[in-house]
C-alpha cells in the first residue's frame, strides 16, 4: 500500500521532471492552434452552456482563441479567479471586451461576474490513460472538481502523456483528456503510453 507521504514525493519529483521538460521544449504556436482546435470541437459537441476555461500561464497552451470561438458560438467563457489556498477556484464570466484583473501567482481573471461551469477545462503537467492528472501542486483544480461536480476535460499536448501518474484520495480523474492530435476516450484508457 502505498502511502500518502509517498505519494507526494512521487508528485513532486514527476512534478520537477515535467516542469524541465516543458522548459526544454521550444514553443509552437501551431500545435496550440491544433489543440484549440480540437477542443473547440469537443466542447461545442456538448450541451454545456457555462465553460470554465484558463488564460494562459507561461508554457502553458494558450487558449485564448478557443475563448474567443466558444463565445462567438453563444457559450458562456469563464475564467478562474485565483482564490485563497485551500478553497475552490471561482469563476468569472468572460467577454471580448472584458476588462482584465490581475490576480495571484501572476494569473489574470476578468472583471466581470460569478458563475458556475458546467464544463471545466483541466490544465495540467502530465496525465496517463487512467485518465489522472498531475496538477501545479496546489489542489486548486482537485478542489474545484469536488465543488462543482461538473465535467472535467483534461487539455494536454501528447509529450505529458506519462506511463502512471501517482494518486492520492482526493485526486479525480478526468471524463476526457484532449491533445493537439485529438481527444483520448474513456475506451482508450487500458492502451500504455508510447
Not at 58 to 78: F, K, S, T, Y
Not at 162 to 174: I, K, M, N, T, Y
Request: glycine share 6%.
Amino acid at each position: 500500500m502505498v502511502v500518502p507521504h509517498d505519494i507526494d514525493q512521487q508528485k513532486s519529483a514527476l512534478r520537477e521532471k515535467m516542469r524541465s521538460t516543458r522548459a526544454a521544449r521550444v514553443a509552437n504556436a501551431m500545435l496550440d492552434v491544433m489543440l484549440c482546435e480540437e477542443l473547440r470541437s469537443a466542447v461545442l459537441s456538448t450541451p454545456n452552456r457555462n465553460i470554465g476555461c484558463v488564460w494562459p500561464l507561461p508554457g502553458e497552451a494558450d487558449l485564448r482563441p478557443l475563448c474567443q470561438q466558444l463565445h462567438e458560438a453563444g457559450r458562456n467563457v469563464l475564467l478562474p479567479e485565483t482564490t485563497p489556498r485551500g478553497s475552490a477556484l471561482v469563476f468569472r464570466h468572460w467577454t471580448p471586451d472584458a476588462t482584465m484583473k490581475p490576480g495571484r501567482f501572476s494569473t489574470f481573471h476578468p472583471h466581470g461576474p460569478v458563475l458556475p461551469p458546467d464544463l471545466l477545462l483541466v490544465p495540467l503537467l502530465a496525465f496517463d490513460r487512467a485518465f489522472n492528472r498531475l496538477g501545479y501542486g496546489g489542489g486548486y483544480y482537485d478542489r474545484t472538481l469536488e465543488a462543482f461536480r461538473c465535467h472535467a476535460i483534461g487539455f494536454a499536448f501528447n509529450w505529458q502523456e506519462v506511463a502512471s501518474v501517482p494518486c492520492g484520495p482526493h485526486d479525480r480523474a478526468l471524463d476526457l483528456i484532449v491533445t493537439e492530435t485529438g481527444p483520448i476516450f474513456p475506451h482508450e484508457k487500458e492502451h500504455s503510453a508510447q
